[in-house]
């Protein structure tokens, strides 16, 4: 099976193949550097997504991966990182195996292809040239046959004719035998013209064209074995990285199988565990009897005269914000109405009322009573030593010693600084024994450098050392402290009541007992003061620089109300105003008309709009 004797005259069949060849070839090599450019992408997508989700430094997510859980998810993250980098391998080793050595050998290709048929045609031509020889000699031949013909006959009738002298007659025959000589002559020329071009012809049919054609087949059939080949290779690249990508999935599941639920709960304990004791019964409360609003050991209003301790809640240094408590939300508790809403009016219409919608009756109380009532419910506050400490966290401000943190958080922020002194007292004195040595090899050498030139650093790397070790001592100190506190559990009410010796008011020793409250605040403050005075003034002056609350949403008034109870504000059929604090449940929604009215009106006659993000935040 051979091209040049069984496609001996599809010359310009195979011309046309072969370049189908060559386009199949590129467009392979076309789809190859499209799949190594979707490795690349895919790989770089990978790694963006990974780095996307690693923990940032010096950040909280850090912290967050002490947990198993989040360590195999650390881990998934880095397996996943060289995932994408094995699909960089095989988008490199496609490049370099299949894209350069196709493109090289397609340059290679089109240069012999162009070589074997420029050798075709060029055979073409030269039997063309051999044809339209043998073709005008041919024809050559056949018009000096024609002419003798023509010459011989008019030799003949001029040698009949009688009247045609005789040198007439020679002339003709002369021409005749001339034109006789020419023709023998072409005939000699188209003989010899005929044989060589069969020769030629023999030659371009049975030897040439076969040759040529041979080559343009040995030529096709190396593509094809080199784009097979290619595949092959193609294949092979995936293959390779397989048992890596397979180990990547392996370190995934891995990850997966060393999480450890007991000891993520464990870390749970150990992150938020406050080392506060859970509180005490409720004291029963009897309002059977008549309020009297009398001077007592809980009352804020005691009388100067009485002689008994009174709790100063002066200057704003010595204030603590309430645990759970925010200023907005105690000055609601105090102001805000005392009795279910009234219900909404049958009819839209105001005046389907005669009187409007009535308000709360309830009889105004005193602002020191509602303080004192506040002040004598347990449940909602427990000192008032937290305030200073609540509004220099809102401020954003963390005392040195972390007082701020519960217990047991305070000990292992205590700890955790403690050991990043000692690492940095170790640093330092690591600094001071390589400078001591160097001044050293200065002293035996002095060549090599001037010892006096270390003195200054030598100097100052001992003065760091000692200020390190003073900072160390004092957070020991406080952790020694904190760790004395700790276990000793049973001397929590002598320590408490230690603080207030001349005081036996329970109020005041409720707020002692309170300095380890379970709202995450944390103080040592011995109080140094043997009378507490509370004063409404010096009270109010502790918000005096306090945020309003924002809005989270607008209502429109559906009826007219009038606020007539302290804490209620009145409201016109129609009115749009600002909601900032939701209805609790007891039919009450907080409004502000503007930045310096603002109070309690039914939910029922307003129809609110909450803002979505601010309701989720």
């Given at each position: ?5 069984e ?12 370049q189908w ?20 992408s895919?790989a ?15 950040s ?8 198993t ?21 095989i ?9 350069a050595?196709?493109a090289?050998?397609i340059q ?12 075709g ?10 044809w ?9 031949f ?11 006959q ?8 009688i ?23 072409s005939?000699?020329d188209?003989?010899?013209?005929l044989q ?11 030897s ?7 080559k343009?087949?040995?030529m ?16 092979e690249?995936?293959r ?38 859970p ?23 005691n009388s100067?005269g ?44 105001p ?35 937290s ?16 007082s ?9 922020k ?7 002194l ?16 160097m ?17 200054h ?73 043997s ?17 309003p ?11 007219t ?57």
């Open positions: 099976m051979s091209w040049g004797t496609l001996w005259d599809q010359f310009d069949n195979l011309e046309k193949h072969t060849g060559i386009d199949i070839l590129e467009k392979y090599i076309k789809f190859v550097k499209e799949r190594t450019e979707i490795e690349l895919y770089k997508q990978l790694r963006n997504l990974s780095k996307k989700y690693q923990p940032k430094k010096n909280k997510e850090e912290e967050e991966y002490r947990y859980a989040c360590k195999a998810f650390l881990s998934t993250l880095n397996e996943t990182n060289d995932y994408a980098g094995q699909h960089e391998v988008s490199e080793n496609m490049t370099s195996q299949i894209t050595e196709l090289r050998y290679e290709l089109k240069q012999e292809r162009k070589s074997h048929f420029h050798e045609r060029k055979a073409q031509q030269h039997i063309e040239t051999c339209k020889q043998l073709e005008s000699s041919k024809r050559r056949e018009r000096d046959c024609k002419e003798a013909d023509r010459a011989q008019y030799f003949e009738k001029m040698d009949a004719d009247n045609v002298t005789k040198a007439d007659v020679e002339k003709a025959r002369q021409q005749a035998q001339i034109r006789h000589q020419m023709a023998e002559d005939k000699a188209y003989s010899s013209i060589k071009f069969n020769h030629e012809q023999r030659e371009y049919y049975h040439h064209i076969p040759s040529i054609f041979q343009i087949q040995e096709e059939e190396r593509r094809i074995v080199r784009i097979g080949e290619s595949m092959k290779t193609y294949a690249v995936d390779q990285v397989i048992p890596i990508i397979g180990k990547c999935l392996d370190g995934i599941v891995k990850a997966a199988e060393s999480i450890d639920q007991k000891n993520d709960s464990q870390l749970v304990i150990e992150a938020y565990k406050s080392g506060f004791e509180p005490g019964d409720f004291e029963f409360e009897d309002y059977t009897q008549p309020m009297k609003r009398t001077v007592s050991d809980n009352s804020l209003s100067r009485d002689g008994k301790a009174e709790l100063k809640f002066g200057g704003k240094s010595k204030g603590k914000l309430w645990p759970f408590i925010k200023k907005n939300k105690l000055m609601s508790l105090l102001t805000s109405p005392h009795q279910p809403p009234p219900p909404p009016p049958a009819s839209a219409s005046s389907a009322v005669p009187n409007g919608p009535q308000s709360p009756k309830q009889q105004k109380e005193p602002l020191s009573h509602r303080f004192n009532e506040f002040m004598t419910s347990k449940p909602k506050i427990h000192c008032f030593r305030l200073k400490r609540g509004l220099s966290l809102k401020l954003g401000a963390t005392p040195e010693d972390f701020n943190l519960p217990p047991e958080q305070r000990r292992k205590l700890q955790q600084k403690v050991d990043e000692n690492k940095e007292i170790q640093k330092e004195m690591d600094q001071r024994d390589a400078i001591t040595k001044k050293d090899v200065y002293l035996k050498n002095p060549q090599m450098g001037d010892p006096a030139s270390l003195d650093k030598l100097t100052e790397v001992n003065q760091n050392i000692e200020k390190l070790r003073l900072e160390a001592q004092k957070f020991e100190a406080w952790l020694a402290e904190v760790e004395g506190r700790l276990p000793a559990r049973g001397d929590q009410a002598r320590r408490q009541s230690g603080m207030y010796d001349g005081q036996t008011a329970p109020a005041v020793n409720n707020c002692a007992q309170d300095r380890e409250s379970p709202d995450g605040s944390y103080t040592e403050e011995q109080s140094q003061e009378e507490v005075k509370v004063l409404a003034t010096d009270f109010d002056d502790e918000f005096d620089d306090e945020e609350l924002p809005a989270i949403g607008t209502c429109k008034a559906l009826y109300f009038d606020g007539q109870n302290e804490g209620t504000i009145s409201v016109t059929e129609g009115e749009t105003l600002y909601v900032i604090e939701e209805d609790k449940g007891d039919g009450w929604t907080r409004i502000r008309r503007s930045e310096d009215e603002e109070g309690y009106v039914p939910t029922s006659y307003v129809e609110v709009y909450l803002d979505k993000n601010a309701k989720d935040s």
